[in-house]
């Protein structure tokens, strides 16, 4: 894995990213001044050192490239044209070459890296003076986020290397890849440090207890399903129930009031948001939230007069999941004809939108909007979730249902309904697998989730997850009179088959490191 090992080698020479989360968040000393040798000395350095995971240039990369195209373009929720990657997971022809399924693969392994760096850098460097509590609590927060890193690898890739300490990797780069199996147990044991370890407060945008909970049910769930064909392990979907209730019942969080100030900055890290990435205005390219260039708007919606350039639009699947009653989701997720929104270009007295649809969620409006004069079209200020307290409320209800066709369980409607409540639903009656699935894709559409929700059907109910794919308009659409017209596709979309939810290694990995195409080995 040479070109995973020459990122490593950078790490050694830097020991910790310094660049892309917020100053409100943590400052950082001069580069100069950081080396193993002289930083992890006080539980201030631990924090500064972890504060360095939640963002940056990996998180840039995979934050532009791979968190809407994989998670929304690939599951058919949206697609975009003019980007032949991203035409590729529209259609179901990824091949070893995907761009950013390549950016995907090596941004996940430099933030494991980092974290594995950080993590070892306090077991052997931190003084006895630290308490231990504290050096666990570092430990957690970098375990958690390489815990996450190895579940996206699992979802995408199934099998694939597990890298603990990446010194050995400058000796020995050509590593087998594990069982896939192994490789969610590797995740699950670093979540479950990090629950264990993690405080139940801390400072706003901070890990606590409750995101490694809500990140262990969901990974648990997902697990359960793996070679289970028509039936999920039941001490999996317990497990995944018994962190997800933690989480709804004794974390003392509740929804945000209003669904659409989940994704306005001034509500960044709110008590709803579990995990969310650290983001600071004015980050050179690949290092910035860049979410903004998938923009539909023009300047008067721009942070510094630099429209979209990748206007990323509904398909026609998913803009007719949303019942007319469902307005507040639909409109903080994506824009339609003649749309107002009060908060963008607010000095210029609102925003009205007149092209025909695009993404709403994550774009923020202008620098004024947003009381940031720094920030760019690639360096937005919006803190976006990877998780929040309504998917885990959604993941209880799944690990509630298990492998009952429908359920009426008191906590799965509880909960279940709160996120519906929230949005302007009505309550639901009853729940089986195709009403949860439908109330997540319309909750999480834009933040990356719903790909996921189908490898994990996939696991245990491939038919099901195929067809779903099949069954979709993966297109876009004009909207004229109310009129709606679904365009034409960006290419031949070839029927999805199992093989779909598993991803071709990146060729160039596969180049330097044979040892890839061997069958996966047991890690434990």
């Not at 003392?252 to 600071?280: H, I």
Request: net charge neutral; aromatic share 10%; hydrophobic share 40%.
């Amino acid at each position: 894995m040479r070109s995973i090992c020459l990122n490593i080698i950078a790490c050694f020479l830097i020991i910790i990213m310094m660049t892309g989360c917020s100053k409100s968040f943590l400052d950082r000393p001069p580069l100069s001044q950081i080396s193993a040798d002289n930083f992890y000395q006080t539980t201030s350095d631990l924090r500064l050192a972890t504060a360095a995971l939640y963002a940056g240039s990996p998180w840039g990369d995979w934050n532009y490239n791979c968190y809407l195209p994989v998670g929304d373009v690939l599951s058919g929720n949206m697609a975009v044209g003019y980007w032949g990657d991203a035409v590729q997971l529209n259609t179901f022809t990824v091949t070893g070459m995907n761009g950013i399924m390549i950016s995907n693969w090596k941004s996940m392994y430099k933030i494991i890296a980092h974290c594995n760096v950080t993590i070892n850098a306090i077991l052997q460097k931190s003084p006895n003076t630290i308490p231990d509590k504290d050096k666990n609590a570092a430990i957690a927060e970098a375990r958690f986020i390489r815990g996450f890193a190895y579940y996206n690898l699992a979802v995408l890739w199934g099998a694939v290397p597990i890298i603990e300490d990446n010194s050995k990797l400058i000796i020995s780069p050509l590593i087998n890849r594990i069982k896939t199996a192994d490789v969610y147990k590797f995740a699950i044991n670093d979540l479950t440090f990090a629950a264990a370890n993690l405080p139940a407060t801390d400072a706003a945008g901070r890990l606590t207890t409750w995101s490694a909970q809500g990140m262990l049910a969901k990974v648990y769930l997902t697990a359960a399903g793996l070679n289970h064909s028509g039936s999920r392990d039941q001490a999996l979907l317990d497990s995944a129930a018994k962190y997800a209730g933690n989480v709804c019942k004794n974390s003392g969080l509740s929804l945000q009031a209003n669904y659409a100030d989940l994704f306005k900055t001034q509500f960044n890290d709110n008590p709803e948001s579990l995990f969310a990435l650290q983001w600071a205005p004015g980050g050179a390219w690949l290092e910035g939230n860049m979410l903004q260039i998938y923009s539909p708007g023009g300047t008067e919606i721009s942070a510094n007069g630099q429209a979209g350039w990748f206007n990323i639009q509904p398909t026609v699947e998913m803009y007719e999941l949303y019942t007319t009653k469902d307005s507040v989701r639909r409109k903080a997720t994506f824009m339609i004809n003649g749309d107002y929104y009060p908060e963008l270009n607010a000095a210029g007295g609102g925003y009205k939108f007149t092209g025909s649809c695009g993404l709403k969620k994550h774009i923020i409006g202008t620098n004024k909007d947003n009381n940031a004069p720094t920030m760019t079209q690639t360096s937005s200020t919006e803190h976006n979730a990877l998780l929040r307290l309504a998917d885990v409320y959604l993941l209880y209800a799944e690990a509630k249902l298990g492998n009952s066709t429908v359920t009426t369980d008191a906590d799965a409607m509880l909960y279940f309904n709160k996120v519906r409540a929230r949005a302007g639903m009505d309550p639901a009656t009853k729940i089986d697998i195709d009403t949860l699935f439908n109330e997540r894709r319309i909750e999480l559409a834009g933040e990356g989730q719903y790909w996921t929700d189908l490898v994990r059907l996939s696991y245990y109910n491939p038919a099901k997850a195929i067809s779903k794919l099949n069954g979709e308009s993966r297109v876009t659409f004009t909207l004229s009179g109310g009129v709606l017209t679904p365009a034409s596709a960006y290419g031949v979309i070839t029927p999805a088959t199992i093989q779909s939810f598993t991803f071709p290694i990146p060729s160039s990995e596969v180049t330097a490191n044979p040892k890839l195409q061997e069958p996966p080995v047991s890690y434990f």
